[in-house]
């Protein structure tokens, strides 16, 4: 059974910096970061598919890097420098290698529930 489970959402200022950190119980082709504002769609902020880099959209580029150990079955994404438009909901999710060409919610089969994520200006 897969699961996920993200940790480390929280309040900062706008400049500050959290890392979030996603448990999952099976190595999968690809994983990801998503997330989701309020009365907004869901939408990817980095994926990364076995044996390749992290790729990340264009948003966050710069500020947010994406790891994975797969030792300790461990997602992490770092973000710094954040801006008040990064606040939203934040999932982690996996699925087959389509899902990292795709980056599309739907091609992704297994979801955390999410930590919320909140900066002020």
């Known amino acids: 059974q897969v699961q996920l489970m993200e940790s480390g959402g929280g309040s900062v200022q706008a400049g500050g910096s959290l890392r979030l950190s996603c448990a999952f119980s099976?190595?999968?082709?690809?994983m990801g970061w998503f997330r989701q504002a309020p009365e907004k769609e869901r939408e990817w902020v980095a994926v990364?598919?076995?044996?390749?880099?992290?790729t990340y959209a264009d948003s966050v580029k710069g500020r947010f890097t994406f790891s994975q150990d797969n030792a300790r079955k461990i997602l992490y994404l770092q973000m710094n420098n954040l801006e008040p438009e990064d606040t939203a909901m934040y999932y982690c999710?996996?699925?087959?290698?389509?899902?990292?060409?795709?980056?599309?919610?739907?091609?992704?089969?297994?979801w955390g529930r999410g930590t919320q994520v909140t900066v002020s200006s």
């Open positions: 999710a996996g699925g087959g290698s389509v899902a990292y060409f795709s980056r599309k919610p739907a091609d992704f089969y297994y």
């Open positions: 099976v190595v999968l082709d690809s």
């Open positions: 990364i598919h076995v044996g390749e880099q992290p």
